[in-house]
Each structure stands twice: as structure tokens, then as C-alpha cells.
């Protein structure tokens, strides 16, 4: 009887394996994959240590076709921000596109906030103008 088991849950699991199913994933977590099963646990590492060098993917993620993938990025980007920006990851499609663009606005703030040379006259002081951290 128990052989006769066995042989029911092989013929359940290796069709499983064979066809990779997506919570069988080999690959490596990476913010760059369109798998979720890859993307997700790279998007939870993100928000878990902090990594403000993942927010241009995440935000990129926030259009993704998977509503999982939304769900993680969103709720990442507002850990590592403290911003949502009115995205809401089930949203119709309209909605999303339109918080969206407001996370991208506030991304090339950032940006140019990091990536200008300070505008002060004297050395050792810098411009505080542009380090608002943008709309809440």
C-alpha cells in the first residue's frame, strides 16, 4: 500500500519538477528578472537592508504585469522612502500609470539633488535648497 503511494506522489511531483513551476525556482534573487520568484526575495533583501540603490528598479517594478511584484515594490519603495505617491498595487491600470509617473518625478528629483555640484560660494559650505525630500 505504501509503495502503491509512493508511486501517486511521483506521478504528482515530477510533472511539477519537469515543467519548472514558479515556486521551484533555481535562479538567484535579482531585481533585474521578470520572475517573480527571483524578483520578489530580491525586492524583500532590498527593503530589509536598506539598499537605496534598488529604488530606480523598484520604482521600474511598479509596472509590472504581476500584481505580486507590485505589491513587494511598492511596499519597499515606501520602507526605503517613507513615500507611496497614491500607487496602489491592484489599482486599474490608469491609476497605477499616473502615480507612477509621480514616482518618477520625484526619482529625477533625487538625482539631480545627488548628482549636482553644490552652488554655495564658499568652500565647506554646500546648498541646502534642493535637499527636500520631495511630496509626501
Known amino acids: 500500500m505504501a509503495l502503491m503511494a509512493g508511486k501517486y506522489i511521483f506521478l504528482i511531483v515530477a510533472p511539477l519538477l519537469l515543467t519548472g513551476c514558479g515556486f521551484l525556482s533555481l535562479g538567484k534573487p535579482s531585481l ?34 504581476d500584481s505580486a511584484i507590485r505589491f513587494y515594490a511598492i511596499y519597499a519603495l515606501h520602507q526605503l522612502t517613507g513615500h507611496d505617491f497614491g500607487y496602489v498595487y491592484y489599482a486599474a491600470k490608469a491609476r497605477r500609470r499616473m502615480a507612477v509617473a509621480r514616482w518618477k518625478i520625484w526619482l529625477a528629483a533625487q538625482k539631480s539633488v545627488h548628482l549636482s555640484p553644490p552652488l554655495s560660494a564658499s568652500p565647506g559650505t554646500a546648498d541646502t535648497s534642493k535637499l527636500a525630500g520631495g511630496p509626501s
Open 32 to 65: 533585474a528578472s521578470d520572475d517573480p520568484a527571483q524578483k520578489i526575495p530580491a525586492i524583500k533583501r532590498a527593503a530589509r537592508h536598506h539598499d537605496r540603490s534598488a529604488i530606480p528598479l523598484l520604482v521600474k517594478a511598479l509596472s509590472s504585469q
